[in-house]
């Protein structure tokens, strides 16, 4: 089994990046991150390998978003702005990008990030989130008509 650390310099971009794309909220998404890592020193799953590992960490990262967003302590407070950090998406075509796509509903963002960001494919994707791959293709025709009709508005504001 690879050490903590090398997993945590391995993973812990990937697992901040899906946390945020989730949550929309950069320090919520640091805890998740942290709780993520603390729940595999704790557990020690066996992974087989790489596809495996990387497979727990976005599974597991999702799991701990619902249980925070489901947690009565993030319904009963009023979330602070989210910070955008340009390393997740650089430049400028792509900030506006970002900015719509946070603007989705949790369950299309995570899609989205999985899909176009991360690169998997939607079958992969349908078993990270436990989900049938229809749905996952069903949630990404929904963002896609959702974020340009976002993004069409924008653009209508610069005329």
């Not at 799991?63 to 955008?84: G, I």
């Not at 994707?125 to 008509?145: D, G, Y």
């Amino acid at each position: 089994m690879p050490l903590v650390e090398e997993l945590l310099s391995k993973y812990s971009g990937l697992v901040f990046r899906v946390a945020f794309a989730r949550l929309n909220d950069r320090t919520a998404a640091e805890d998740i991150m942290q709780e993520v890592f603390l729940r595999f020193y704790k557990r020690g799953p066996e992974l087989r390998d790489e596809d495996h590992e990387k497979a727990w960490f976005i599974h597991a990262t999702v799991n701990r978003c619902k249980t925070h967003l489901s947690s009565r302590w993030h319904r009963q407070t009023v979330p602070m702005a989210a910070v955008y950090d340009e390393s997740c998406v650089p430049g400028e075509t792509a900030l506006e990008v970002a900015e719509a796509v946070r603007m989705l509903p949790k369950t299309l963002r995570t899609a989205v990030y999985l899909y176009y960001y991360e690169r998997y494919k939607t079958r992969e994707i349908a078993t990270m989130l436990k989900l049938s791959e229809a749905a996952v293709k069903s949630q990404l025709l929904r963002a896609r008509k959702r974020l340009k009709e976002l993004l069409e508005v924008k653009d209508d504001d610069y005329i």
